[in-house]
């Protein structure tokens, strides 16, 4: 299925099966870059999520596993350097934990257990 702006641009494009989100779910600005591209299966995101500034440089990428965030995830600031740097199980973040200055020097370290800052 597609959704469009009424400009005629493409703003979503997204596939059903049996009545759920099943497949690729892509958003679009309207400028034509693309915002977001995420995965499902069976309803729940399943998969790469990655979003987009509307300039088309990498904001966000992480992952999902019937519909909880897992494995590393990380933000980008506008001019393409790393942000944050993070992992998840089970959609907790669990494990080491950076956040960075927009020049690329780390600002703070530290590590996540099931959702709770341990050091």
Not at 72 to 79: A, D, I, M
Not at 95 to 116: A, C, D, Q, S, V
Request: with cysteine.
């Amino acid at each position: 299925m597609e959704n469009f702006y009424y400009s005629g641009q493409l703003k979503t494009r997204w596939n059903y099966k049996d009545g759920k989100l099943d497949g690729p779910l892509e958003v679009y600005y309207e400028n034509g870059q693309l915002e977001s591209k995420r995965y499902y299966q069976d309803g729940e995101l399943d998969g790469c999520i990655e979003t987009y500034y509307d300039n088309g440089q990498l904001k966000s990428k992480g992952s999902y596993e019937r519909g909880q965030k897992v494995g590393p995830s990380e933000r980008y600031h506008v001019n393409g350097q790393l942000k944050t740097k993070n992992h998840y199980a089970g959609g907790k973040l669990d494990g080491p934990h950076e956040i960075y200055h927009e020049n690329g020097e780390l600002r703070h370290k530290g590590h996540f257990r099931e959702g709770l800052l341990v050091d």
